[in-house]
């Protein structure tokens, strides 16, 4: 390639793919369709939260990308989930799960044995025990030591990125997107989603792709859905539907949240 320079590698990327994925804020932190879909608001609350949706709009469209009239939006679902007096709220990941208020999160089941297995977390009420030494074992396999080194221990959902990158919370990955899309290497972008996830439900990335300015936008919007089975899945269920144009694909995936994982409701 004549705009390769010395020394440069390229590689060909054939595919992406986004799980449950904050990649327009513009249309994701709209929660009141979604909410009233899954049944946990009325009337008269979606055109409340439409108001604030407005609101909220107007302030990343000046780019004010983590403000609070964005941020309350899916905290305020979540909080009055089971009313505001009692000591359980929905999962923001799974909405047929209850949590604790006040209380350290323990979904997805088992996140807390891989962080003792990346990391130096502690493991309480899992079976078993891992050797005292499986942690350096396992992140100089993985070429990873440098994290300890440098002082840092493995979370699955660890603060200090979330707190180094907030301010750019609203921002989004629009043009991005578009410029994968419309690449002269057609490289296949897929977006999937578990349709119980509240927090980056499946509602506002089918509508931000809908909107997405992508030069077969229109041919996307009338692509039909057809229903999708895992190939894991041996009965006749469907596992969940999809549309595709070209080389943008999206699937909902049912009885799956955040993480993917199916689930049949439970109390943590």
Same mark, same amino acid.
């Given at each position: 390639?004549?705009?390769?320079?010395?020394?440069?590698?390229?590689?060909?990327?054939?595919?992406?793919?986004?799980?449950?994925?904050?990649?327009?804020?513009?249309?994701?932190?709209?929660? %009141?369709?979604?909410?009233?879909?899954?049944?946990? !608001?009325?009337?008269?609350?979606?055109?409340?939260?439409?108001?604030?949706?407005?609101?909220?709009?107007?302030?990343?469209?000046?780019?004010?990308?983590?403000?609070?009239?964005?941020? *309350?939006?899916?905290?305020?679902?979540?909080?009055?989930?089971?009313?505001?007096?009692?000591?359980?709220?929905?999962?923001?990941?799974?909405?047929?799960?209850?949590?604790?208020?006040?209380?350290?999160?323990?979904?997805?089941?088992?996140?807390?044995?891989?962080? *003792?297995?990346?990391?130096?977390?502690?493991?309480? $009420?899992?079976?078993?025990?891992?050797?005292?030494?499986? *942690?350096?074992?396992?992140?100089?396999?993985?070429?990873?030591?440098?994290?300890?080194?440098?002082?840092?221990?493995?979370?699955?959902?660890? #603060?200090?990125?979330?707190? %180094?990158?907030?301010?750019? #919370?609203?921002?989004?990955?629009?043009?991005?997107?578009?410029? !994968?899309?419309?690449?002269?290497?057609?490289?296949?972008?897929?977006?999937?989603? $578990?349709?119980?996830?509240?927090?980056?439900?499946?509602?506002?990335?089918?509508?931000?792709?809908?909107?997405?300015?992508?030069?077969?936008?229109?041919?996307?919007?009338? %692509?039909?859905?057809?229903?999708?089975?895992?190939?894991?899945?041996?009965?006749?269920?469907? *596992?969940?539907?999809?549309?595709?144009?070209?080389?943008?694909?999206?699937?909902?995936?049912?009885?799956?949240?955040?993480?993917?994982?199916?689930?049949?409701?439970?109390?943590?």
């Amino acid at each position: 390639n004549a705009n390769l320079r010395h020394g440069d590698v390229r590689i060909p990327v054939k595919g992406a793919a986004s799980g449950n994925g904050w990649v327009d804020p513009y249309n994701q932190y709209a929660s %009141a369709d979604f909410a009233y879909g899954s049944g946990l !608001i009325g009337p008269s609350e979606v055109a409340a939260l439409h108001a604030q949706e407005n609101e909220c709009r107007r302030e990343l469209s000046q780019g004010n990308y983590y403000v609070e009239q964005c941020l *309350s939006i899916t905290e305020g679902v979540i909080d009055q989930s089971f009313g505001g007096s009692s000591n359980y709220k929905l999962s923001s990941y799974d909405v047929t799960l209850a949590e604790k208020k006040h209380r350290s999160r323990t979904f997805p089941p088992g996140h807390k044995i891989i962080e *003792s297995y990346l990391g130096y977390a502690p493991v309480s $009420g899992s079976p078993g025990k891992f050797p005292s030494t499986i *942690s350096d074992q396992a992140l100089e396999a993985l070429h990873a030591t440098g994290a300890t080194e440098a002082g840092l221990t493995y979370e699955e959902c660890t #603060d200090p990125p979330y707190y %180094a990158l907030n301010r750019l #919370d609203g921002k989004g990955v629009v043009p991005d997107m578009v410029t !994968i899309l419309d690449h002269p290497d057609n490289v296949e972008l897929l977006l999937f989603n $578990g349709i119980l996830d509240l927090v980056c439900h499946h509602v506002g990335n089918e509508l931000s792709l809908e909107q997405l300015p992508w030069t077969h936008r229109e041919d996307w919007i009338s %692509a039909p859905r057809y229903a999708w089975k895992a190939p894991s899945q041996r009965d006749r269920q469907v *596992s969940g539907y999809m549309r595709e144009y070209r080389n943008l694909k999206f699937l909902k995936i049912l009885r799956a949240g955040h993480m993917g994982e199916y689930t049949v409701g439970q109390t943590l």
